[in-house]
């Protein structure tokens, strides 16, 4: 079975997209995985797909070509997509020849609109992924800033949730509304393993005090609500958003720094170890 991961924050703006198409990433290309990565885009903004794409290669393979997207996994059952071919949902990004590759399952602005009449849908993203999960090795689930039918959607699919926090004034707020969120779908489906990995600190820029004050106050309710915090951080760089414009990773991006490159493999490696990806 695939380890799937969902990337959520009640919080905007932590970087949770960047954050999970970097992951896809390193766990595709580094040799120490290779792995076979599926992203899903869970966010009406679609920034991973964005990110994945491109906005031509989005424009032309996903919206101009009217192909279905995780919009239509949701709606599946609606009248107005009945006999929609959702093998053609999923897009292949990179495969390399030895055997690690990213395919996306993206997602579209109308996303917004299954929010209006979510009843009935949170499982149809499960069924989905039951009939692909046996293809992949990773699953990375990049989830909206709400606590929505699509939340419960990523938890039915999600074995571990990572939280990344930006370390700023408010940088807690969505951490206690996240864990109780986590705790009333867990009372809901008992039976159902879901874990949260822990905080990654993410866009540090030392910046003191302020910043120190802020990691202060996470590391508190952390410890409160008993999550553990990644050692392992990532600091704040230009070539994050770069990298998006020029549909690459870190380790890829035109003259990124090579010690904010190593940085993000020394996060990943502490993430994989925690989470049991080998």
Not at 55 to 61: A, E, F, Q, S, V
Not at 251 to 274: H, P, V
Request: net charge neutral; aromatic share 10%.
């Amino acid at each position: 079975m695939a380890h799937k991961i969902s990337l959520i924050n009640m919080k905007g703006g932590v970087g949770k997209s960047t954050l999970a198409v970097n992951l896809a990433w390193h766990f595709s290309a580094y040799t120490s995985w290779l792995k076979k990565v599926l992203v899903i885009d869970l966010d009406p903004q679609f920034n991973a797909s964005q990110y994945l794409l491109g906005p031509d290669k989005y424009l032309k393979h996903v919206v101009t070509k009217e192909k279905p997207t995780v919009y239509h996994v949701f709606e599946r059952y609606s009248p107005e997509f009945k006999g929609i071919d959702l093998d053609k949902a999923i897009k292949n990004i990179t495969e390399n020849q030895s055997g690690g590759k990213i395919d996306l399952l993206p997602a579209q602005l109308e996303l917004a609109y299954t929010l209006k009449n979510p009843s009935d849908k949170a499982r149809n993203l499960k069924e989905f992924i039951d009939t692909v999960e046996s293809e992949y090795d990773v699953i990375i689930i990049d989830c909206s800033p709400t606590d929505s039918m699509l939340t419960e959607a990523a938890y039915l699919c999600t074995d571990h949730v990572l939280i990344p926090v930006r370390p700023e004034y408010l940088s807690s707020i969505g951490l206690p509304l996240l864990y109780r969120s986590i705790l009333d779908f867990k009372e809901k489906y008992k039976k159902h393993p879901i874990e949260i990995a822990g905080v990654v600190f993410n866009a540090t820029d030392d910046y003191s005090p302020e910043e120190n004050k802020s990691k202060k106050n996470v590391k508190e309710v952390c410890k409160n609500l008993d999550i553990k915090i990644f050692k392992k951080e990532i600091s704040f760089s230009r070539s994050y958003p770069k990298g998006a414009r020029e549909n690459a990773p870190i380790f890829r991006t035109s003259y990124a720094r090579y010690d904010r490159s190593q940085e993000f493999l020394n996060f990943t490696e502490e993430f994989a170890k925690e989470v049991g990806i080998s």
